[in-house]
């Protein structure tokens, strides 16, 4: 199952917006075959194990880390190519959330007299892998994670703005690492326009010692142990990729030679009102929207603008997204209530004053205080990667 585990988190960021799914399969005590989820309308993970294992599924078992699929969608339901291939046994490490799946696709299996085993020690390792699907399928929503890098006392800028490099190499690397693994990167308007980002996966910017540090030992973890953190740390990201570009808000005026435009991975959000005033004054403006590259928004509130946006994002197969704005745009997830996940990552830096990682309306109480769950953290060289999310993870056992 732990190498099930690992297929799934290679596979992260090219399946949505189906899960990514590992399976394993073993016959006389030997791998015979793996497989994983494959780019969305492919093969699941189960069945392109049976495919590479042959004929040699017959009284084989199966590890598969999300409970076989039951019904019709893209492609065919993977419980009946397991009962075709004659799989003795399947080990599962956790329940479909999808409603269409959830505990029929193990009662198709038992019926048709395949062993089911469930892993209830794994069962942690892989909701961490299936929560962005868990939402998608039952909100229709991506899962939010919104990352900061913050000084000892709070704060992801100097007053004057300046926030290079607040964290150390070696946690911006797992950064990259991470942006691999999500669908989309937001911003705003003003970090858009004052850090000219580029938002995509740069691994090979950094020095030698920067990866060697990770191809040691395995991290510690204190609290939960939260395997997508662990994995950063500890897993190679063999083909990295680039994920879509997001803007929140349209500048007055956009440089087509900026960074974020350098390819066609991007998209702006703008209230409908206040984008034709733009487009009107701006030919690169008018040019985003009749390429597709703006979306026009009608919201009558911030809140309602971020859930149009997420909304949207959604509809494109956009299932997992990495908040990477400034205080503001945080402060508007987090009042709309599309946060999932916060990492901060914290330095030992003390900036004295600065700005605030969140700007939202606020708790009027400590006791009102969002409290966070399954909460995890990570020492990565003098910084501390802090994480924990908005719900627990509520799954049943089988």
């Known amino acids: 199952m732990e190498q ?21 399969i073993v016959n006389d005590g030997r791998v015979v075959a793996t497989g994983g989820t494959g780019p969305y309308g492919s093969g699941h993970a189960e069945a392109e ?12 078992d199966m590890y598969v880390t999300l409970e076989p699929c039951n019904h019709f969608g893209k492609t065919p339901p993977c419980t009946a190519a397991i009962i075709r291939a ?11 959330p999808n409603p269409l799946v959830s505990g029929r696709g193990v009662a198709a299996l038992s019926k048709a007299g395949v062993e089911i085993v469930f892993m209830e020690d794994m069962a942690e390792s892989a909701v961490d892998i299936i929560r962005p ?20 006392d709070g704060r992801i800028a100097a007053k004057t703005g300046d926030s290079r490099w607040i964290s150390s190499d070696y946690s911006r690397f797992l950064t990259h690492r991470l942006r691999s693994k999500v669908d989309a990167i937001i911003v705003g308007k003003n970090t858009f326009v004052t850090d000219n980002p580029s938002l995509n996966v740069r691994l090979g910017s950094f020095g030698d010692e920067v990866p060697g540090y990770f191809a040691g030992a395995a991290p510690v973890m204190l609290g939960r142990d939260n395997f997508l953190l662990k994995s ?16 929140i808000g349209l500048p007055d005026r956009t440089d087509p030679g900026c960074n974020l435009m350098a390819d066609d991975n991007y998209l702006f959000f703008e209230r409908r009102e206040k984008a034709q005033r733009i487009i009107n004054a701006d030919r690169t403006a008018a040019s985003l929207l009749e390429a597709g590259r703006l979306h026009l928004v009608d919201a009558s509130s911030p809140a309602e603008e971020i859930r149009a946006v997420t909304g949207e994002l959604a509809r494109r197969g956009v299932m997992l997204v990495l908040l990477e704005g400034g205080g503001r745009l945080a402060g508007s997830f ?8 916060f990492l901060y990552i914290i330095t030992p830096k003390v900036a004295g004053a600065g700005i605030s990682p969140l700007s939202a309306t606020g708790a009027e109480t400590i006791a ?9 953290m990570m020492p990565v060289k003098d910084d501390l990667i802090y994480t924990g999310y908005r719900e627990p993870y509520h799954f049943e056992m089988m």
């Open 334 to 341: 987090l009042d709309a209530g599309e946060i999932d996940q």
């Open 232 to 247: 950063l740390a500890v897993e190679e990201v063999l083909e990295p990729r680039d994920p879509l570009r997001v803007v």
């Open 133 to 152: 699907f868990r939402k998608y399928i039952m909100r229709g929503r991506p899962f939010i994670i919104s990352k900061s890098a913050v000084t000892l």
């Open 49 to 60: 194990a049976i495919e590479a294992a042959g004929g040699a599924c017959a009284g084989a």
């Open 368 to 376: 009102e205080a969002l409290v966070l769950r399954d909460v995890s």
């Open 86 to 96: 004659g799989i003795a046994r399947v080990f599962v490490a956790a329940l479909d």
């Open 4 to 24: 099930a585990l690992k297929i799934a988190y290679e596979r992260m960021g090219k399946t949505s917006p189906n899960p990514p799914v590992g399976a394993v």
